[in-house]
């Protein structure tokens, strides 16, 4: 109780003490105005930006309009034609919208690598500057260190004073007029006039900074905030800050269109390899359907068939049903080694199994989900790449991952050939207990059936590869933005700075620290000074 009493009394005391002294106190928040005024004038405006974007999928059309006669029915059992899109992850999207390549072809874009300021300035300027600096394409691409070029320019004289951040490179050149080269190592740059604010016979100093965009980009990604509106929605809106108002929106309208151009390109690749992939089966199937038709065409003038017998007639609805299964299963089997050649093949290691394969859902059985969760994983795989390297463990582990996958390819294609074998056993041992009782049919009508039974399936597998042709083709045509722009870039009302509550702020911090630190120093030193003279004594 006696040492609460204690610090009550001194608490009293120092705040006695530090009131007796107020002229230090108002003396200190006067001369706080001097920064706070400094920091309201000279701080650069910053304002916010922000874009609303809506990820698109990819919807596939379907082909139910499509008279493909018994094909149909081949085709609905692989689940082509069936419509619907594929799967879209935004999280996925977003990382790949806000890559550090991303941005730095939207940075290489807009020329922003390279920085503008007057002297004595905080302010970047964008399009104004009176100057301009570039280089070519392998200066950029390779560019590795941070030059800085002081740049004085009178009529006449351009004075140009250089450096290099990591090389230790100075230099200083002399030019009489520009445009002008500046080598800087193995690196070569452009210095010129900027045509539309530039004025003649102007006299002005400039500071140039130049960077690697990647550099640049490592910035822009922790400066720009994503928010998603909802978990059910694939809408983002992205936002970030800059001086300039210009700048600020054409970075991230600029960004927007390199990603929808990145995925349009991406698309294009796999879509011609698609078509690649269907064209040569296309011309296969041509060649062996043309030597199918030149056989029944032998056979017919060999044997001289004409109409079927009365006593066929019997059988022919019953008959129906079964060819029909057996064309469709038959079918599968061609298909099913078709992918198996496919996947087996070295070429295609890397290469996602096209579309053609993959097989329906739900009742039709899990072949479609291992297809489409090797295809994911390739595509993971080689987006990885594309941001990193080899050596990136998320690129390793999904490497790994992919080679499980096509493990489970392999398993798949060989449960489905017995699936398909035992079904197409079945099948024909009930044609042959039909065709047993066929004994007045002559042994050509069976020959000719099986000759026809081939061309039905060549000509089916030929309007599958046909559609899916089509649907390639109408697919690279057809123009669509991966990330439709829903709120065109624009600036927020509301400056982020400078702030007059961040200056306030100041005022007050610099009005008790500074005052109450010294009196604190000072009496601390007076009583050390004293208690030295005490111990002396």
Known sequence: MENKEKETVSLKSALVGYLRRWKLFLAVFIISFIPAILYLTFYPRTYEFLIGVKFQDEKESGMGSFALGEAAGLMKSFGIGTGGGGSLNIDDEVATLTSNRMLSLMILDLGINVSYTKPYSFYNMYREAPLKLTADSLTIRNLNDRYVFNVSVAPGAVKVKASGRLGGLNETFVYESLPANIKMGSDEFILDFNPDSHVAGESFRLKIRCQPASWLAEYLEESIEIEEVSNSSNVVLLTCS????????????????????????????????????????????????????????????????????????LYTETLKELQTSIVDVEAQSRLVDMLDEYIKDPVNKDNVIPSLFSAAKGEQGGAGGAIENYNEAIILRDRLLRNSNETNPMYINANSQVEKLREGVYVMIENARKGVNITLDGLKAKENALFSKMKTIPEKEREYRELSRNQE????????????????????????????????????????????????????????????????????FVSIKEEYKNTKE
């Open 242 to 313: 800059d001086h300039s108002v210009e700048r600020g929106k054409d970075m991230l309208n600029t960004l927007v269109s390199k990603y929808n151009k990145d995925m349009e390109s991406y698309k294009q690749m796999e879509e011609n390899k698609t078509l690649e992939f269907v064209n040569g089966r296309i011309v296969n199937i041509l060649d062996d359907l043309a030597k199918t038709e030149m056989e029944i065409q032998a056979y017919k003038t060999k044997n001289e068939m004409t109409l079927l017998e009365s006593d066929v007639l």
């Open 457 to 524: 399936i060549l000509q089916g597998m030929y309007l599958v590869l046909l559609q899916k042709r089509e649907e390639t083709v109408l697919s690279l045509s057809k123009q669509m933005d991966r990330a439709r722009v829903i709120q065109p870039a624009f600036v927020k009302k509301k400056p982020l700075g400078p702030r007059k509550l961040y200056a306030a702020i100041g005022i007050l911090v610099l009005t008790i620290v500074i005052p109450v630190g010294y009196l604190f120093v000072k009496d601390l």
